[in-house]
């Protein structure tokens, strides 16, 4: 039996919430709507913070300056992300780690989206291609490492599913080979007569990988669903919402988290334009890193409970659904508004890409984690988000243009 023995703390067979504080419950008894809303308020002491959501709206609406809507905005996404991650966890007890992990991954991923399609609409190929990236490269080395890390902390060694983890893995270097190629064709072929060929195969490369996509939600939620069961460690725990609140919260938070993530984001470029930070490393590095907040939250509190299959398949299962699921998605769409979305990269995005996705295959590979793995994993993003940092704004090759 493996050992999962907290180091600094048993937790016993109480209930805590993302604040350690315990929750009492009778096991017998099922909840209703009042007591699923009042357990979902009073879950955690971050939810005090709410009272900064209407006034980070407020600060847009009235034209206040950039400064003011970013740290109000800020501080109003972090008790968001705090219930997003309470409510993905009581919908887990019912359905299990798999559809917990999941619905975290789609409703976390709604606000990439949802940015992503506004900026493709308003023809910022640049701004969708380095939320893509920034988005893949927090979740896969930032969020992971940190759980990886303050789990390792918190428990000697911890484990997770290894049919999962090895899906994973193969499913990332499919989606890392769906960037190369482009990448490799733009270089063999005269640039004048590749715009074309890019364009159509990232067209077809998109059809595919959407459809692998669809493919892997059927293997692991129905013809396979048994590989994905996971050993539940806390087995007293009960969900305290009903379905209809848990759901409806969801959806919510998700929406109310799009409006402020989407202020957040529009402040920031204003806010550093003073600090003369380049677009490359706020584009990569700080917006998907606030536009993430919910998953980022939501996954170091899985670790810390020591259910890591939830944090793998938020984590890195949010990766794959960036990769898989909306970056083909996007293309297409700019296929049908005209817009040259592609799956070519730089050829120093796609370097750093490949690096990232190659250190966590290797890492996810045995199905367990420590802390030494998760400072590995922050390493890489330190140096990462350093070679951003540097990387001059006119050193980018401007991107492929339409065809006239």
């Not at 893509?132 to 484990?159: A, D, K, M, P, T």
């Not at 396979?224 to 919402?241: C, K, R």
């Not at 996810?364 to 350093?386: C, F, P, Q, R, T």
């Amino acid at each position: 039996m493996n050992d999962q023995t907290p180091l600094l703390k048993n937790n016993n067979r109480h209930t805590y919430n993302n604040s350690h504080n315990i929750i009492d419950k009778n096991d017998d008894a099922e909840p209703t709507t009042y007591s699923s809303v009042k357990t979902l308020l009073c879950c955690s002491n971050f939810n005090y913070l709410l009272i900064f959501i209407p006034f980070g709206i407020l600060s847009k609406l009235c034209g206040w300056s950039d400064t003011w809507v970013f740290c109000l905005n800020f501080m109003g996404i972090i008790p968001l992300a705090n219930l997003l991650g309470f409510a993905t966890e009581d919908i887990s007890l019912r359905f299990g780690d798999t559809i917990g992990s999941l619905l975290n991954a789609t409703f976390g991923n709604a606000v990439e989206l949802i940015i992503s399609v506004v900026a493709l609409n308003n023809g910022l190929i640049r701004v969708v291609q380095a939320s893509i990236l920034g988005s893949v490269l927090s979740n896969l080395l930032l969020v992971q490492g940190v759980c990886f890390f303050l789990g390792g902390i918190r428990y000697s060694e911890q484990f997770f599913n290894v049919t999962a983890a090895q899906t994973s893995a193969s499913l990332l270097a499919l989606a890392m080979i769906s960037l190369l190629i482009p990448a490799a064709f733009y270089t063999s072929v005269d640039s004048e007569k590749a715009i074309d060929g890019i364009l159509n195969l990232s067209h077809g490369t998109a059809i595919v990988l959407l459809i692998i996509y669809i493919m892997y939600l059927v293997f692991q939620l129905k013809t396979h669903s048994h590989l994905y069961e996971s050993e539940t460690i806390d087995g007293d725990d009960s969900p305290q919402m009903t379905i209809y609140v848990s759901i409806g919260s969801l959806l919510i938070i998700s929406i109310i988290v799009s409006i402020t993530a989407d202020y957040l984001v529009g402040s920031i470029e204003g806010l550093v334009e003073s600090w003369n930070i380049s677009r490359t490393f706020v584009g990569i590095v700080l917006i998907p890193i606030v536009g993430n907040a919910a998953e980022h939250v939501s996954s170091v509190t899985f670790a810390l409970k020591n259910k890591m299959d939830l944090c793998i398949g938020v984590a890195i299962g949010s990766s794959m659904q960036i990769a898989l699921g909306m970056t083909p998605l996007l293309v297409i769409l700019g296929w049908f508004l005209g817009e040259p979305l592609t799956l070519f990269f730089e050829s120093f995005e796609t370097c750093v890409l490949v690096v990232a996705i190659l250190i966590v295959n290797y890492l996810i590979a045995d199905g367990k984690s420590n802390w030494l793995e998760g400072a590995m994993l922050l390493a890489a993003y330190v140096i990462i988000a350093m070679a951003f940092f540097f990387y001059p704004d006119d050193g980018q090759v401007s991107f492929i243009p339409k065809p006239v």
